[in-house]
């Protein structure tokens, strides 16, 4: 099975920036991708950063010149650095892993994380 571990949210003033944590673990045999998925009360989950094993980048444009995806293939581990937050980026953040196990090589799984809350005052 695979584990996800979310660290750095909180509360943060307008303009200001957070660094988000992911830390993959478990029977991981391959990861296609990782990345970060938020969600709002009353709103469908949508992605903000995607980084795939290869290191292909994919950004939501409400975050992209803001916000960067970066990820230690040794560690299993992905980051968000948030730069210039606004209110609008409020949102329970989700840690996401495409990939398979070792139990399941053949079988591509999407496993996530329990979230962690991001907060920006106005």
């Known amino acids: 099975q695979v584990q996800l571990v979310e660290s750095g949210g909180g509360l943060v003033q307008f303009g200001k920036s957070l660094r988000l944590s992911c830390v993959a673990s478990g029977s991981i045999f391959s990861i296609h991708a990782m990345g970060w998925y938020r969600q709002t009360p009353g709103k469908q989950r949508e992605l903000v950063a995607v980084?795939?094993?290869?290191?292909?980048?994919n950004y939501a444009d409400s975050v992209k010149g803001r916000f960067t995806i970066s990820r230690d293939n040794r560690k299993n581990t992905v980051y968000l650095q948030m730069n210039s937050l606004s209110p609008e980026d409020t949102a329970v953040y989700y840690c996401n892993l495409r990939g398979t196990t070792v139990q399941t090589m053949r079988m591509t799984s999407d496993y996530w994380g329990q979230g962690t809350q991001v907060t920006v005052s106005s």
């Open positions: 980084i795939t094993s290869g290191g292909s980048i």
